[in-house]
């Protein structure tokens, strides 16, 4: 089982993947690790998948698709959550997983995630890395925060 949510591509062979998702036994429980990488690579003609095993956001129901977590903006550079209070439940898992992507040499755009939001005392998944590329246009979740502007600001720079 593979959403497209779970997945995303630079275009020059390389896939960046959740761990959690891709193995959860909701999904693939008859392959392990090697099985789907073998098979993704084979499928998509990939020399390289990147498999992250930190980071999620809480009120996400998709087990941590990387489509809420990190994303090739260009074929050099990921796009990452980040979160800045180090008293939210985010801040250390995000943190590793800023850890595991510089290590893969692409470079790195940080999203300071969203003060949190609830609906009826459950958190939402808020995050701007579900944004869309859509006919030379990019297509922004904004939440009425004050990361918003900045958001913006750094997307329109890293995407003239």
């Not at 392959?31 to 990488?37: G, P």
């Not at 990939?46 to 090739?72: M, P, S, V, Y």
């Amino acid at each position: 089982i593979l959403e497209g949510g779970s997945i995303d591509f630079n275009g020059e062979g390389v896939m960046l993947t959740s761990s959690h998702c891709l193995l959860n036994e909701n999904r693939n429980s008859h392959l392990n690790k090697t099985q789907i990488d073998t098979k993704l690579k084979e499928i998509f003609g990939l020399k390289q998948i990147i498999w992250l095993e930190n980071g999620f956001i809480k009120g996400d129901d998709t087990d941590h698709h990387i489509d809420t977590l990190a994303r090739f903006i260009d074929k050099n550079t990921i796009a990452h959550c980040i979160c800045e209070d180090e008293e939210d439940e985010h801040y250390l898992p995000l943190q590793k997983m800023k850890e595991e992507l510089k290590k893969t040499g692409f470079d790195l755009l940080e999203l300071p995630i969203p003060k949190p939001l609830y609906y009826e005392e459950r958190r939402l998944g808020a995050t701007y890395a579900n944004f869309v590329f859509i006919n030379n246009a990019l297509i922004v979740p904004f939440y009425k925060d004050k990361n918003d502007e900045i958001i913006a600001k750094r997307l329109s720079k890293a995407l003239p």
